[in-house]
Nanobody, 124 residues
Framework: QVQLVESGGDSVQTGGSLKLSCLVS????????VAWFRQFSGKEREAVAM????????HAVDSVKGRLAISQDKAKNTVFLQMDNLKPEDTAMYYC?????????????????WGQGTQVTVSS
């Protein structure tokens, strides 16, 4: 059974940094993708970045490039989201999701499994 557990969310001030973690378990090989999404209050979930564990291919939305970066630690079965120079508009619930057959990485319905989410709050 596949499970994803996020951690690392916190309250920080503008300009601060956080590193979110997504511990993945239950897969028997590395041929799957893990993405980070975020959900602002009252809004739909939106994609932030995705990594394909098989070969390390990364996708990210243009609006976060240079501030938010996805990476993996293969030994720990963990995918990270490094968040730097945080802004109040980054305040959201952050989710990680995984799926084996992801055609459009930015669509939430492409993913089979989701974590419970971790809250990031950035104050000015």
């Amino acid at each position: 059974q596949v499970q994803l557990v996020e951690s690392g969310g916190d309250s920080v001030q503008t300009g601060g940094s956080l590193k979110l973690s997504c511990l993945v378990s239950g897969y028997t090989n590395r041929y799957y993708s893990v993405a980070w999404f975020r959900q602002f209050s009252g809004k739909e979930r939106e994609a932030v970045a995705m990594i394909y564990l098989g070969d390390g291919t990364i996708h990210a939305v243009d609006s976060v490039k240079g501030r938010l970066a996805i990476s993996q630690d293969k030994a720990k079965n963990t995918v990270f989201l490094q968040m730097d120079n945080l802004k109040p508009e980054d305040t959201a619930m952050y989710y990680c999701a995984s799926g084996r057959y992801v055609a459009d990485w930015s669509r939430p319905d492409e993913y089979d499994h989701w974590g419970q989410g971790t809250q990031v709050t950035v104050s000015s």
